[in-house]
């Protein structure tokens, strides 16, 4: 098996440096390194129970960090999120001129990741329940006929599904 060390000095280094001598010989690195599909699930709103953070956005950031420390670029991976359910609020756009009487409490976060190329969907049948026009959707987020059964097309076409 071959670890972290081996093939990426630097970031060996860095993580000697910050988890102590030996560790990146015990890390394992990615071994998938192109063309990799990512699909995230979005289905709640909050992360943490005192309510300070989306829901998976922590982590899709996390897993494009991992990337980075891996010499991938965007032409590497293409990372999905499918946002339905409770994770509604999200794609919310708290400045549309007709604005959903809800309010996104985190719209800086889900503009971040559509500026870094990350695809974000919007299941219709969440929409149809919350009363949500597209007009209140950032702009960028596109939609899908139902969140559930996108789920199952992406991994079809070769996505790996994340639960967060």
């Given at each position: 098996?071959?670890?972290?060390?081996?093939?990426?000095?630097?970031?060996?280094?860095a993580?000697?440096?910050?988890?102590?001598?030996?560790t990146?010989?015990?890390?394992?690195?990615?071994?998938?390194?192109?063309?990799?599909?990512?699909?995230?699930?979005?289905?709640?709103?909050?992360?943490?129970?005192?309510?300070?953070?989306p829901?998976?956005?922590?982590?899709?950031?996390?897993?494009?960090?991992?990337?980075?420390?891996?010499?991938?670029?965007?032409?590497?991976?293409?990372?999905?999120?499918?946002?339905?359910?409770?994770?509604?609020?999200?794609?919310?756009?708290?400045?549309?001129?007709?604005?959903?009487?809800?309010?996104?409490?985190?719209?800086?976060?889900?503009?971040?990741?559509?500026?870094?190329?990350?695809?974000?969907?919007?299941?219709?049948?969440?929409?149809?329940?919350?009363?949500?026009?597209?007009?209140?959707?950032?702009?960028?987020v596109?939609?899908?006929?139902?969140?559930?059964?996108?789920?199952?097309?992406?991994?079809?076409?070769?996505?790996?599904?994340?639960?967060?």
């Amino acid at each position: 098996m071959k670890y972290v060390q081996e093939c990426l000095p630097d970031l060996a280094q860095a993580i000697d440096e910050e988890f102590g001598p030996g560790t990146a010989g015990k890390t394992r690195p990615l071994n998938h390194t192109r063309n990799v599909r990512f699909l995230f699930q979005v289905n709640q709103l909050y992360k943490d129970p005192a309510q300070t953070q989306p829901f998976a956005v922590e982590n899709i950031l996390n897993t494009l960090s991992d990337f980075e420390n891996h010499s991938m670029g965007e032409q590497d991976y293409h990372l999905v999120a499918i946002v339905h359910a409770e994770g509604w609020p999200l794609i919310l756009d708290n400045n549309a001129t007709d604005r959903h009487q809800t309010v996104n409490p985190f719209p800086a976060d889900m503009e971040d990741l559509l500026q870094r190329n990350i695809r974000v969907f919007f299941c219709l049948n969440t929409a149809r329940k919350k009363n949500v026009r597209a007009c209140q959707v950032i702009s960028g987020v596109e939609f899908v006929t139902s969140g559930v059964t996108a789920i199952a097309d992406f991994q079809a076409e070769g996505y790996r599904y994340i639960q967060p």
